[in-house]
């Protein structure tokens, strides 16, 4: 069973505009979350973070937002630009394991 | 620092054949992963290792063995390809089991 999910495959913004994408997870057990980044061809790189203990964490023009009653989290960022078009991935760590949603590809537009 | 480094970055296998992927990390640290990514899906824990000598299976390990004798190396072995492990393969690691660096990926066709 998916624990981690991603509901929108894809997401088009304009340049400059606000991204904001979705997570939403079940096991109540996650104590800490993440966002990936993933150009083609590449690995999957850190982007930005947030424990369960907090509500928000900022990075820059990257926002990840926490809800643990509606076990939600997103991550917001503005502006964004053309180099922001690549898949984000959510993922949801407990006893040293991640899991992974199946990503929303993102596309920036000029 | 090299970071994580995976190799081969393609390979082609017939069914039934063996193979080893290689994955090497410089960064001293003590979490290793093996993850596969199939097309529109995220990534699934395969196995992973909390030190040297210790490791442990993910949510999907049939099919494939791992060894862990030193910090830097995790292989993975795939004994018996078959077309169902056609996918992407990363490699990662971590100093405290959550923030993961990866690697490039290796893509594998078994045909």
């Known amino acids: 069973d998916q624990q981690v999910k991603q509901n929108s495959p894809s997401l088009s913004v304009q340049e400059g505009r606000i991204s904001i994408l979705n997570c939403d997870y079940t096991?109540?057990?996650?104590?800490?979350f993440l966002w990936y980044k993933k150009y083609p061809a590449e690995g999957p790189t850190f982007l930005i973070s947030?424990?369960?203990?907090?509500d928000k964490n900022e990075d820059g023009r990257f926002t990840v937002f926490l809800n643990k009653s509606a076990k939600h989290l997103s991550l917001h960022i503005v502006p964004s630009q053309p180099g922001d078009s690549a898949v984000y991935f959510c993922?949801?760590?407990?006893?040293?394991?991640?899991?992974f949603g199946a990503g929303t590809t993102v596309t920036v537009r000029a | 620092n090299a970071g994580v480094t995976q190799t081969p970055k393609f390979r082609i296998l017939k069914i039934g054949q063996s193979m080893t992927l290689q994955c090497t990390q410089d960064?001293?640290?003590?979490?290793m992963y093996w993850y596969r990514q199939d097309p529109g899906m995220g990534l699934k824990l395969i196995y992973y290792?909390?030190?040297?000598?210790?490791?442990d299976k993910g949510e999907v390990p049939n099919g494939y063995n791992v060894s862990r004798s030193t910090t830097e190396d995790f292989p993975l072995r795939l004994e018996l390809a078959a077309p169902s492990q056609t996918s992407v393969y990363f490699c990662?690691?971590?100093?405290?089991?959550?923030?993961?660096?990866f690697g490039p990926g290796t893509r594998l066709t078994v045909t």
């Open positions: 947030i424990s369960s203990i907090k």
């Open positions: 993922a949801a760590a407990n006893d040293y394991k991640l899991s």
């Open positions: 096991n109540s057990m996650f104590d800490y």
């Open positions: 990662a690691s971590s100093p405290d089991g959550y923030e993961q660096y």
């Open positions: 960064m001293n640290h003590n979490y």
């Open positions: 290792s909390v030190g040297a000598g210790i490791t």
